[in-house]
């Protein structure tokens, strides 16, 4: 199963551009990059999913690398509503294993300031 | 509406008192998963189900039951809760597995139960 890392906290403020690299050298052939976003004591939300170069939605930007084994959530213009944890997962469709293949580990808490 | 409902969202209870947590979807998801939410350990899986009558263990199962009768509900079922259960539990689904390399992870989750076993 692919393991990931990322930041535990990052800070930036109202406007920016915040980018969140996530590493995961061991990632599979079949594997999706696929990030979730948490607002406090609500469920993860599902925010983009991506498996190779750039995908964009109305959310956000994932940009993934030739070799994969990192990527990159752009959120652009951040808002104080932004302030969130933010999930990198990796795993494919036929990932097994006694928790599915898709760990969520601890996040990035991403906190915007004024 | 799609979605993932959990009740109750907020429970209080004692050492040993047997209680459930229900979690019902409306997507017709065969996969369904409970998740518990402690602070600095991030979100961890106990129990899956990947269809009606087939459940697995995730990564901490103790002091957990759980069944899947019908597809769309998978309650968490608390025997004998202990203060250590104590945490803040998620359910998700998401469609099955396998087809074409696309879209076949994203989990719906529901709005958290929040329990705490005085």
């Known amino acids: 199963l692919a393991k990931t890392t990322q930041p535990i906290s990052m800070d930036s403020y109202e406007g920016q551009e915040v980018n969140i690299t996530c590493s995961h050298n061991n990632i599979a052939t079949n594997d999706y990059i696929t990030w979730y976003q948490q607002f406090p004591s609500q469920g993860p939300r599902f925010i983009i999913q991506?498996?190779?170069t750039k995908v964009t939605n109305e959310v956000a930007s994932l940009f993934i690398p030739a070799d994969r084994k990192s990527s990159t959530l752009s959120l652009p213009r951040v808002s104080l509503s932004d302030t969130a944890v933010y999930y990198c997962l990796v795993g494919g469709p036929y990932s097994g294993g006694g928790a599915d293949g898709l760990t969520f580990g601890k996040g990035t808490h991403l906190i915007i300031q004024p | 509406e799609a979605q993932v409902t959990q009740n109750p969202r907020y429970l209080i209870t004692v050492t040993g008192k047997k209680l459930t947590v229900t979690c019902s979807q409306n997507m017709n998801h065969e996969y369904m998963s409970w998740y518990r939410q402690d602070p600095g350990l991030g979100l961890r899986q106990i129990y899956y189900?990947?269809?009606?009558?087939?459940?697995d263990k995730g990564d901490v199962p103790e002091g957990y039951k759980v069944s899947r009768k019908e597809k769309r509900n998978f309650p968490l079922i608390l025997e004998s809760p202990s203060p250590n259960q104590t945490s803040l539990y998620f359910c998700?689904?998401?469609?099955?597995?396998?087809?074409?390399?696309?879209?076949?992870?994203?989990?719906?989750f529901g709005a958290g139960t929040r329990l705490s076993v005085l």
């Open positions: 189900s990947m269809n009606v009558e087939v459940t």
């Open positions: 998700a689904s998401r469609p099955p597995s396998g087809g074409t390399l696309s879209g076949k992870n994203i989990q719906y």
């Open positions: 991506g498996y190779k």
